[in-house]
């Protein structure tokens, strides 16, 4: 077990650019989850993934951002034309379904996102 | 719709000392509780859980927190503070909602431990 993996871990972008980020979930986690967290906030859901399927969004999603699972495994969530408002940290969690109780997400290290 | 409530964002306690972070909860069905803790520039931790099975739950680090529905709380305690557990603090509800059990958090809690 090798943990959630996010790539990169840090990034510098100019506003307007575009910025795509990877996450790499414990490798029998069927579920992911992508957060964003802002300085002084706890972390705020933004999507989730059941096996390749992407089953909510939240209305935080705007249309600049999207997100994939293809074939179930790694997630890339990539933001078009960034805006400063966009700087946050970007956690990925990932969790395996479980008929009884509640899963346990486990994050990643998260990617650091500074729009300039 | 659920939320959570963190009293105090910045909590000191002396080295040896209680630790008392509190959490309330706002569910309309029954909830999942976790903490979870953040060192800096790391992910998030997962310290403990509560899912029904007992109301006094136990976690890492010597941590502990007791589900008390009549209060809605979810309070997160330690006997005897290290250093070691100066960090960032967050309290979450998730429910069950056809598989997506995405967690609320609170605002946080940043526990500083004096020596």
């Known amino acids: 077990d090798t943990g959630v993996s996010q790539d990169p871990r840090h990034k510098i972008t100019k506003r307007g650019q575009n910025v795509t980020f990877r996450c790499d979930p414990i490798s029998e986690h069927n579920r992911l989850y992508w957060y964003r967290q802002t300085l002084g906030q706890g972390p705020e859901f933004l999507t989730y993934f059941q096996n390749e399927a992407q089953l909510e969004k939240s209305r935080l999603l705007s249309d600049r951002f999207s997100a994939e699972r293809p074939k179930g495994s790694f997630s890339t969530l990539e933001i078009q034309r960034t805006e400063q408002g966009d700087s946050a940290m970007y956690l990925c969690a990932s969790s395996l379904e479980r008929v009884i109780h509640t899963d346990t997400q486990y994050f990643g290290p998260g990617t650091r996102l500074t729009v300039l | 719709a659920q939320s959570v409530t963190q009293l105090g964002s910045h909590v000191s306690v002396s080295e040896g000392a209680l630790v008392l972070l509190r959490c309330n909860y706002s569910?309309?069905?029954?909830?999942?509780l976790f903490w979870y803790v953040q060192y800096p520039n790391q992910g998030l931790q997962l310290l403990l859980k509560y899912t029904s099975a007992a109301t006094l739950v136990k976690g890492i680090n010597g941590f502990e927190a007791e589900f008390k529905k009549s209060e809605t709380s979810f309070h997160l305690t330690k006997p005897s503070a290290h250093m070691s557990d100066a960090a960032e603090y967050f309290c979450?509800?998730?429910?069950?909602?056809?598989?997506?059990?995405?967690?609320?958090f609170g605002t946080g809690t940043r526990l500083t431990i004096i020596p």
């Open positions: 569910s309309s069905v029954p909830p999942y």
């Open positions: 979450a509800v998730s429910n069950y909602n056809f598989g997506n059990e995405k967690l609320t």
